[in-house]
């Protein structure tokens, strides 16, 4: 378990670690807001796109194997991402550690979901999974920050390096091979139109705000990735052997649930996107202070990550869910209403403890429930579902809140800064990001240069508190899903169909009929 946890500590570090350095990395490389969120999402798409095929060849070929193959990808790629010397070269490089990741995270939980086969000690292993997964999303920033300090932000890369070799060696000395035993054919197609549909979606809606949302761009782009994403549920529908079998959504226990995990991750990474701009640039923070401004985040997730398990079998995995989906959208709300100058210690520190015990509520009941409805023999596919629904909500939750955020900010940013006399040009330039807003500013005369300062303040503002209502439209979304179609616990019959699937796949002399 501690081997399987120290492997996904470090592809989910990786998501937030990042974040943190985002203002040094568009000084030092000159870059957008826009590519900030691809220098983010680069990573996040590839990983989202690419969790089924993972999971799929882990369940084939084995899954340790495939785990130890991408922590190996991931330290090279790293090394990738900490040589560039442009934003080009950072999001490809960023894109391929998606790829190592999407063959490591599936691995970890259906190793785990192989080795804890008694239903308690699983429920408890998945709370320390969820525990860890949470906590790491906090740890990245701190981490980054620390690094910053003192070395530049391509050290934030050339640290998941040595993290990579222990987790290989460990793993190689700790961890058994597993792996299903009618595992079927390949389907490449499959993992083409998976890959595809995820990429096309999240590409159309960072762009949006450039392309505009009523464009040819925006919304054939969007049209495009859902034609590809239903011929992918079509495709699956009629394979004998399916990447994912799309008939497990009939099963409300693992869709309600899947949906909930997905929406709490769209909340969360967009969120973080922008407070770590918000600490930075408009609290002033540097980066080690803007990464231990978030720690508290990480206290609290992995406090009741461990306790909704506990929860969970009390009270049953719909009322645990649906609070804590629930927690998440009121901390959205606080941060809406937060201002430039509002103390850490009150409105933002109460929004961020929220949001965290949140998360720890709904992540590993979420996971319990997707996991406990499928057979051993197909936990890399379960895994993948799961992982597949986090990437893909985080992913879609930076690249709209995002998206909200910059729509908003520019053009705030804008009339406020050519109100103050600013060209158009010069408001242009400004509503690039934050940074470059402040930059914009700081070359304002003298008598001028506080009131532009306070106005890009107050338009990044604008968009974080449209940002953080979008996020708590959809938690709150979440938490009406769960009441109404999560069970309360898994139904006796699919427990024994369980059983029986299990029995099937472990005595291979037994066909499935005599089983």
């Not at 429930?369 to 930076?398: C, F, H, Q, W, Y």
């Amino acid at each position: 378990l501690a081997v399987l946890c120290l492997s996904v500590l470090l592809v989910v570090v990786d998501n937030t670690i990042v974040n943190v350095a985002l203002p040094t990395i568009s000084r030092d490389l000159h870059a957008s807001t826009s590519a900030l969120q691809w220098v983010v999402d680069g990573y996040t798409v590839s990983f989202a796109g690419l969790l089924l095929l993972g999971g799929n060849l882990g369940d084939r070929l084995g899954r340790r194997r495939f785990l130890q193959l991408g922590l190996v990808l991931f330290g090279v790629f790293s090394v990738g991402a900490a040589l560039s010397r442009n934003t080009g070269e950072l999001i490809t490089a960023r894109a391929l550690m998606g790829l190592a990741a999407a063959l490591v995270y599936p691995a970890t939980l259906a190793i785990l979901n192989n080795v804890f086969t008694v239903a308690r000690e699983r429920a408890i292993a998945i709370g320390v999974w969820s525990a860890i997964s949470g906590l790491a999303v906090a740890i990245g920033p701190v981490a980054g920050g620390a690094l910053l300090r003192d070395f530049s932000w391509s050290s934030v890369f050339y640290v998941s390096v040595p993290v990579a070799v222990i987790a290989v060696i460990a793993g190689r000395l700790l961890l058994p091979e597993s792996r299903d035993p009618d595992a079927g054919r390949f389907d490449p197609l499959g993992a083409v139109l998976s890959a595809a549909g995820i990429a096309l979606l999240t590409w159309s809606i960072i762009e949006a705000p450039q392309h505009g949302w009523g464009s040819a761009a925006t919304v054939g782009g969007i049209a495009g990735s859902l034609a590809i994403l239903s011929a992918f549920a079509w495709w699956q529908a009629r394979r004998p052997d399916p990447m994912l079998d799309v008939r497990l959504f009939r099963n409300p226990r693992f869709s309600a649930a899947s949906a909930a995990i997905g929406l709490a991750f769209f909340g969360l990474f967009g969120f973080i996107f922008m407070i770590t701009q918000y600490f930075q640039v408009v609290r002033g923070y540097n980066p080690l202070g803007a990464g231990i401004a978030t720690l508290p985040f990480a206290f609290v997730t992995a406090g009741f990550s461990p306790v909704a398990m506990l929860l969970m079998r009390r009270f049953g995995t719909k009322l645990v869910v649906a609070a804590g989906m629930a927690m998440m959208s009121a901390g959205f709300v606080v941060a809406a209403t937060t201002a430039t100058d509002s103390p850490y210690w009150g409105k933002v520190i109460i929004a961020m403890a929220l949001m965290a015990a949140g998360l720890g509520l709904t992540t590993g009941p979420a996971t319990e429930a997707i996991m406990g409805a499928l057979p051993r023999g197909k936990a890399g596919a379960g895994s993948a579902v799961n992982d597949t629904t986090r990437e893909v909500g985080g992913t879609l939750g930076v690249a709209i809140v995002g998206s909200v955020l910059n729509s908003a900010y520019g053009s705030h940013v804008m009339s406020s800064l050519t109100a103050l006399g600013a060209p158009a040009a010069t408001g242009h330039l400004a509503g690039q990001s934050v940074v470059a807003g402040m930059t914009v500013a700081a070359h304002f005369p003298a008598s001028l240069r506080d009131a532009a300062q306070a106005a890009v303040q107050t338009a990044f503002m604008t968009g974080l508190h449209r940002g953080s209502l979008v996020a708590a439209g959809t938690a709150l979304a979440a938490a009406l899903v769960a009441l109404v179609f999560v069970p309360a616990r898994a139904a006796a019959s699919e427990d024994l169909v369980l059983v029986r699937t299990e029995a099937a796949d472990s005595i291979p002399s037994m066909t499935r009929a005599d089983a």
